[in-house]
T-cell receptor, first 112, second 113 residues
Framework: GENVEQHPSTLSVQEGDSAVIKCTYS??????FPWYKQELGKGPQLIID?????GEKKDQRIAVTLNKTAKHFSLHITETQPEDSAVYFC???????????FGSGTRLQVQP | DSGVTQTPKHLITATGQRVTLRCSPR?????VYWYQQSLDQGLQFLIQ???????AKGNILERFSAQQFPDLHSELNLSSLELGDSALYFC????????????FGPGTRLTVT
């Protein structure tokens, strides 16, 4: 089955800096890659996603890039703010099996 | 607010007992997924239902079962509970069987003592 690896496990940045989280996947048939933000005591919140026919997608300060050949995708957060502090999860799924396989999570801390 | 609701928010019970977790999907969503989040295993897929029928199974123990009712709400039943079953249980919903985006509820925190 699919295996998703995520790193780093923790990331501390200064407010205003950029943060990058990287994931690799094993199943070449995977074609959907969402990113979730989980704040303490809450459920994962979908913040951005990308499909395999697209190389990059942006939404304000957040962007995701996908390299199908290398089977990795990344989350980029620019101009970080304290409210960006949370645990971020990458995930992957494919047509015919929409259940998500998650990475192990990255705890992002933005220092004011 | 994702529109997915889960009850109860917290549940404390003893080993050997049985509990039922409830999930109501977003209005109009036909698919419901259950996930378990534990410190050592991370977020793991348990089971998926689509319009009342089981569609996919993940790492779900035989002691666990689920169903989706005609009004599309779903219940996850956990029996013969063990200490290791203590975890957060999330349900997520999506528009259709082939739809990509999944929206998660706030979760139920289960503590087995």
């Amino acid at each position: 089955g699919e295996n998703v690896e995520q790193h780093p496990s923790t990331l501390s940045v200064q407010e205003g800096d950029s943060a990058v989280i990287k994931c690799t996947y094993s199943d070449s048939a995977s074609n959907y890659f969402p990113w979730y933000k989980q704040e303490l005591g809450k459920g994962p919140q979908l913040i951005i996603d990308i499909r395999s026919n697209v190389g990059e997608k942006k939404d304000q300060r957040i962007a995701v890039t996908l390299n199908k050949t290398a089977k990795h995708f990344s989350l980029h957060i620019t101009e970080t703010q304290p409210e960006d502090s949370a645990v971020y999860f990458c995930a992957a799924s494919r047509t015919g099996r929409r259940a998500l396989t998650f990475g192990s999570g990255t705890r992002l801390q933005v220092q004011p | 607010d994702s529109g997915v609701t889960q009850t109860p928010k917290h549940l404390i019970t003893a080993t050997g007992q049985r509990v039922t977790l409830r999930c109501s999907p977003r209005s109009g969503d036909l698919s419901v997924y259950w996930y378990q989040q534990s410190l050592d295993q991370g977020l793991q897929f348990l089971i998926q239902y689509y319009n009342g029928e089981e569609r996919a199974k993940g790492n779900i123990l035989e002691r666990f079962s689920a169903q989706q009712f005609p009004d599309l709400h779903s219940e996850l039943n956990l029996s013969s509970l063990e200490l290791g079953d203590s975890a957060l249980y999330f349900c997520a919903s999506s528009a259709g069987q082939g739809a990509n985006e999944q929206y998660f509820g706030p979760g139920t925190r289960l503590t087995v003592t």
